[in-house]
């Protein structure tokens, strides 16, 4: 009969999961402060978020007024609803290269169904408390696939630096074709518009780090282009204020298409968004985020894009890092933040209209450089073999494939480096074990004297480690008894235990008795369903100790030795 308590029903267990999700007291009396310092922090961010939200809505392929409506409806929801006070959310580089291929096959609706699928999807891993495991991802992978959108980026702003078409999936075609068709009739306006961009913010980061340049370089480069009538591309007209909310057209003939794209989207919704946050952590004194309510509330800022046509959005780490650094001590400046582009939107559109895509093109480039760190790169080129290959790998196969297919290949490569680590740092090593505190050479000379060895297993005994050293144990030779030490023996699966039962059969086959010592509580059962005590020549061939294992040992080797047909 059962004692506990009983059981909570489903729906009480779910409303409760989500009373836990929500944002509690304690977030919202945080806004109370320091309001100036979110004021001025959030008017800072919205000054370096525009260009970006511009820029990342055209490269998405559903247009600039998509990058400002996701910067203000996810900014928004995802600061009020999400588990960190410094976040700052809406489209980033990384999004738009899942988002690329998404609109070339199936189109721009498809886009916002995707993000809504996505949406539920994290707000279903917030709910089942999957934030904790995305630490989990190994620094070479994350890397890695840093290193390969930043390329990603920067090829797919070629086009329009240079001022000539350019679509399609593989950005290294397309680039390449730019490149191509430009030089066969070479323009340099929008070269030097994006390279002049480029310049400012390379510079300002340089000498001048606090500084804001994009906006500002950017608008220079519209009243150049205005005043010079150069005859470049320009974002064009936007509407102007936030659409009214539309519910998406739902592709039905496609929709089993779009399950991996929205895993793809939730995936690097999670992902970016928890780092981004930790990366806030680590630049502020005393905050610490809740990943689940993170992931909750990106999931939310997804489901709600959408119906304003916006593209998924995420935590931005530039963005989030502006935000810090300038002062931000609590959500409320990532609500102002979306609260001035909002007004950007109501009352500036004409204005942004004006702005030539090769600046944009300058900004993107730009930010695609900083996005990598020279120096982690370099220091994890330089660490150990399998860090430089899952790094080198996962960036490789990102722009070459896509972010899934990439972070997937690297999590693989460095678990077969994880495991190659642990199975080198498993061993069998032959013991000197004594029975009390003095005579440790007389106690060896004496076992080995008596044909008994002792061997301590250390480390983990698993399907990687397993073969390197049990199997070798079954070739040792002018041996009566074998003891195997596994009180050090941490972890056990199931190739470890079958070998280890291989490796008891050998040597019980070759007259050699085969003792156990220490064997941990957990590992009972696996060694029983393996078969492993089946091997040994009686049940009570299992010991507590060491020292009663040497007993039975010696007393066992004497009537072997006693026993017809020994010498």
Known sequence: MSTGAPEQPLLAR????????LP????WDSLRRDPRRDLIAGITVAVVALPLALAFGITSGLGAEAGLVTAVVAGAVAAAFGGSNLQVSGPTGAMTVVLVPIVAQLGASAVLVVGLMAGVLLLFLAWTGAGR????IPLPVVEGFTLGIACVIALQQVPAALGVPGHGEKVVVVAFDAVRTWFSDPHWAEPVIAGLVVAAMLLAVRFRPSWPVSLPAVVVAAVIVSRAHL?????GSIPSGLPVPTVPDVPWASLSSLVLPAVAVAALGALESLLSATVADGMSVGERHDPDKELFGQGLANIAVPFFGGIPATAAIARTAVNVRSGARSRLAAIVH??????????????????PLAALAGVLLATSFLMVEVSSVRALLRST?????????TAVATVAFDLVTAVILGLVVAGFFALQQVARSSRADEETVV??????????????????VAYRLEGS????????????????????????????????????????ADTIARLEARNITVLLSGVRSEHQQVLTRLGVYDELAHERHVFATTPDAIEHARAHAQRRQHAPGES
């Open 461 to 500: 005994l698993f399907f990687g480690a397993a073969h390197s050293f049990l199997l070798e144990l079954s070739e040792v030779s002018d041996v009566r008894v074998v003891i195997l030490r596994m009180s050090r023996v941490v972890s056990l699966d199931a190739t470890g235990a079958s070998v280890l």
């Open 14 to 21: 779910t409303l409760e999961r989500g009373r836990a999700l």
């Open 338 to 355: 979306a609260l001035v582009l909002l007004v950007v939107v109501v009352a500036l559109a004409p204005l942004v209209a004006g702005i």
């Open 133 to 136: 495991w995305m630490r989990y």
């Open 24 to 27: 509690g007291r304690a977030e």
């Open 435 to 452: 029975l009390d505190a003095s005579g440790h050479d007389a106690e060896e000379t004496a076992l080995l004297a008596e044909h008994i």
């Open 385 to 393: 073999r399998g860090d430089a290959v899952v790094l080198v790998l």
């Open 231 to 235: 005859d470049v591309p320009l974002i």
